[in-house]
């Protein structure tokens, strides 16, 4: 199983965590997105996007962080990222999907350049960009997290796609200076996860290419 990314995404950053806590083996390789390695001819042919995280898993080949994370559920299914109910499913879904749909997207490199060079905002403005989208998901977050189906995880008593996508992004947003104080219950769950030794090795400077 080979997992291409890079130290500071978070969507790779997700993938990451998954492959520990399900005890998988893989061999990490750096695409930098500094230096453009992801728009290189030899990447691009691999996954056309030209994003991370890419997964190779026998004849198995797979961009986009969701799509990886069900495919990892489905194929190696223990420890489970999904509860067995419906409702329960759903509602992980759901939280996962205001980070992975609504904050990241709006907030990852390629966008911030975009909006720092083609529309020549300033550093400031990029910055209340930023924490724009991450607070007004944070909210929303936070709300779900009043749910009696919280307890030390985001839901029930294990490790779900809710807290894989939700750990990198507080980890982006202390990067970027959001203020944090108004999620006691996010802030709850983060530290709770990084207590783990499968968060601890998949933080962005546990790795290879840290820079």
């Not at 724009?132 to 029930?156: N, P, S």
């Not at 983060?190 to 546990?206: G, V």
């Amino acid at each position: 199983m080979e997992l291409y990314g890079y130290f500071r995404s978070s969507a790779a950053y997700r993938i990451r965590a998954a492959l520990n806590v399900k005890g998988l083996d893989y061999t990490s390789i750096s695409v930098s997105l500094i230096k453009g390695d992801h728009n290189s001819t030899e990447f691009l042919a691999k996954n056309p996007q030209g994003f991370v995280p890419f997964l190779t898993d026998g004849h198995m080949a797979m961009g986009q962080s969701m799509a990886i994370l069900e495919y990892l559920e489905e194929t190696y299914p223990t420890p489970a990222f999904l509860p067995s109910d419906a409702a329960g499913r759903a509602r992980v879904r759901q939280l996962a999907g205001i980070v992975a749909s609504d904050i990241h997207p709006l907030n990852n490199l390629r966008v911030l350049k975009y909006i720092k060079g083609e529309l020549e905002i300033t550093d400031d403005q990029k910055s209340d960009w930023y924490k724009h989208w991450v607070l007004k998901g944070f909210t929303a977050f936070e709300a779900i997290l009043q749910q009696a189906e919280t307890t030390d995880f985001c839901h029930g008593d294990n490790i779900t796609f809710a807290d894989l996508c939700l750990v990198p992004q507080v980890y982006n947003a202390r990067r970027f200076n959001c203020p944090l104080e108004a999620y006691p219950n996010i802030l709850r769950i983060t530290e709770n996860c990084n207590r783990l030794d499968a968060f601890i090795k998949a933080q962005p400077e546990n790795q290879a290419d840290a820079t």
